[in-house]
């Protein structure tokens, strides 16, 4: 049974016949008609009886008209939750983003799509790595992730996002004297502290850090213990610069020389996504166009002195 049979059997039991039921479906009083006794012929039983000019449902025509009132209720039901989630009434937004790019730029892109969209709800998946980012993606477990570029997995979209550099933070006595600029190449004499899901040069800027390390003092399997480790003049590591603000105020930090950079992209599966996922991508590529026309960023706090 097809929904345009239920609702024209519905209109003629709440309209009592045929004539005024067709005026409100706005269609002809034959097709209706031929409705009505098609499904009769597919119940092989009698649904109305006519007395005089109305038309009043059998029993069995009342029994199937309580059942139809639910179902049309729970189709109704499930085409408003769709509708809500495609206009942005509702849903879910999963991203996929390490701890040192939620910080920045996560947080405000996310700020301004819940100010856009207030009623979806947004998940950040922590992950330590881009690969595992990318394997979020690729299983749905994730609508989009920010991830350090070149992406290489043939149904994952990575977009270029923008460059930040990374830089030295730490009050260890090796770093007294160097100004706020540090060479690349006495970054092997600092002690120096590491997360250990980093190990191994996954990414680009990760293979380059990897090369100019030394002495490495601490391995820490969170990032957030490494920081306390940094604030407490155990060890230095690299940072980017928006992070360090938030999570490592008044540390001194040191630009590298020559610079040790990392490409951010977002990422999202190759295929038509979530309505939700759609205005986050396009939020996100809106706001990097509008920082790109804008001056060559400056630093935001002076390196250390």
Request: glycine share 8%; proline share 6%; with cysteine.
């Amino acid at each position: 049974m097809e929904l345009r049979q239920m609702r024209y059997f519905l209109a003629v039991v709440d309209h009592g016949g045929i004539t005024r039921a067709a005026r409100e479906l706005f269609i002809s009083q034959p097709s209706l008609s031929q409705a009505i006794r098609t499904l009769e012929s597919q119940f092989d039983t009698l649904l109305f009886d006519r007395v005089g000019r109305e038309l009043r449902p059998t029993s069995e025509g009342l029994a199937l008209a309580e059942s139809l009132r639910d179902v049309l209720a729970l189709v109704d039901d499930a085409s408003d939750r769709v509708r809500n989630v495609v206009e942005l009434r509702a849903g879910r937004l999963t991203i996929a983003a390490a701890s040192t790019l939620a910080i920045h730029p996560l947080a405000g892109l996310v700020d301004a799509f819940l100010r856009c969209h207030p009623r979806v709800s947004v998940h950040i998946e922590d992950v330590g790595t881009s690969s595992h980012a990318i394997s979020l993606l690729r299983s749905g477990a994730a609508d989009a992730a920010l991830v350090e570029l070149p992406v290489a997995e043939s149904s994952i979209i990575a977009e270029r996002f923008g460059v930040e550099e990374l830089l030295v933070a730490g009050t260890v006595t090796a770093l007294a004297g160097y100004g706020g600029r540090i060479p690349a190449s006495a970054i092997s004499r600092l002690p120096m502290g590491i997360v250990s899901r980093d190990e191994g040069g996954h990414t680009p800027s990760l293979r380059t850090i990897a090369g100019l390390l030394g002495d490495i003092r601490a391995t820490c399997m969170d990032r957030q213990l490494l920081w306390e480790l940094v604030q407490g003049g155990a060890v230095a590591t690299f940072i980017p610069e928006r992070v360090a603000d938030v999570m490592l105020p008044g540390v001194p930090l040191y630009r590298v020389d020559p610079p040790v950079m990392r490409e951010i992209g977002i990422a999202y599966r190759d295929g038509p996504p979530s309505p939700a996922a759609d205005a986050f991508l396009s939020l996100a590529f809106a706001s990097e166009r509008t920082t790109a026309t804008k001056a060559a960023a400056t630093s935001d706090r002076p390196a250390a002195s």
